[in-house]
T-cell receptor
Framework: DAGVIQSPRHEVTEMGQEVTLRCKPISGHDYLFWYRQTMMRGLELLIYFNNNVPIDDSGMPEDRFSAKMPNASFSTLKIQPSEPRDSAVYFC???????????FGPGTRLTVT | DAKTTQPPSMDCAEGRAANLPCNHSTISGNEYVYWYRQIHSQGPQYIIHGLKNNETNEMASLIITEDRKSSTLILPHATLRDTAVYYCIVRLHTGANSKLTFGKGITLSVRP
C-alpha cells in the first residue's frame, strides 16, 4: 500500500490567492483527518470525516477554510483567500474504526507570502 | 481527554535504552495512553498504546504505573534514527475514530 498521499508537497503562494491541498487516504479507511502544524500552536486537528461526512470541524480556524470529501478516496482542504498566518505544514491522516492507529501522510508545507 | 506533561527534551547514547516519561495524573479509568513520534519533516507515526497493562511491540515497550498516573515509553536499543519528537497522548477511544490531541512532546536526541 502506498500509504496516505498528499499533494502538493510544497506550496508557495501570495496572500489573497486560493490554495487547495489534496489527500488520498489509504484504501479501505473510513476516517480521514486534517491536521495543521505550526511552531506556535503545534499539531492541531482542523476537521475529520467518517464515511465522507464531516464529523467535527470545530478546529477549522475561520470561514476562509473549507474541506470536502466527495468520495472515499479523495479529500481537499481549501483556503480562500490565503493569509501569511496560514503558513504551516498540513497533514492528512486516515484510519478505520477497527484499527487503533491513524496513518499520517508526509504533509504539505504551505508558505503564504 | 486528559492532559499530559512531558519534559521538553532528553538525550541518550546510541545502543542504550531510552526511557521517555509522561505524566497524566488526571487520567480517567477508561482512557488509553498512546505514544506517537514525529521524525523531522515527516508525519507522526504510531508507536504503541495501552490501558493499564504493560505493552510491548517491535518498536517499544510501554510501562504504565499501577495508579495509571504516569507511564514510560522504552526504546530498548536506541539508534540515531530514533531521534524524533515523541508525543504522549491520553484519549478515550482505542480506535482511529476520534481526534488525536498533541501536546508539545519530548524531543529525544540519540547521540553516537
Amino acid at each position: 500500500d502506498a500509504g496516505v498521499i498528499q499533494s502538493p508537497r510544497h506550496e508557495v503562494t501570495e496572500m489573497g490567492q486560493e490554495v487547495t491541498l489534496r489527500c488520498k487516504p489509504i484504501s479501505g479507511h473510513d476516517y480521514l483527518f486534517w491536521y495543521r502544524q505550526t511552531m506556535m500552536r503545534g499539531l492541531e486537528l482542523l476537521i475529520y470525516f467518517n464515511n465522507n461526512v464531516p464529523i467535527d470541524d470545530s478546529g477549522m480556524p475561520e470561514d476562509r477554510f473549507s474541506a470536502k470529501m466527495p468520495n472515499a478516496s479523495f479529500s481537499t482542504l481549501k483556503i480562500q483567500p490565503s493569509e501569511p498566518r496560514d503558513s504551516a505544514v498540513y497533514f492528512c491522516a486516515s484510519g478505520t474504526s477497527g484499527s487503533y492507529e491513524q496513518y499520517f501522510g508526509p504533509g504539505t508545507r504551505l508558505t503564504v507570502t | 481527554d486528559a492532559k499530559t506533561t512531558q519534559p521538553p527534551s532528553m538525550d541518550c547514547a546510541e545502543g542504550r535504552a531510552a526511557n521517555l516519561p509522561c505524566n497524566h495524573s488526571t487520567i480517567s479509568g477508561n482512557e488509553y495512553v498512546y505514544w506517537y513520534r514525529q521524525i523531522h519533516s515527516q508525519g507522526p507515526q504510531y508507536i504503541i498504546h495501552g490501558l493499564k497493562n504493560n505493552e510491548t511491540n517491535e518498536m517499544a515497550s510501554l510501562i504504565i504505573t499501577e495508579d495509571r498516573k504516569s507511564s514510560t515509553l522504552i526504546l530498548p536499543h536506541a539508534t540515531l534514527r530514533d531521534t524524533a519528537v515523541y508525543y504522549c497522548i491520553v484519549r478515550l477511544h482505542t480506535g482511529a475514530n476520534s481526534k488525536l490531541t498533541f501536546g508539545k512532546g519530548i524531543t529525544l536526541s540519540v547521540r553516537p
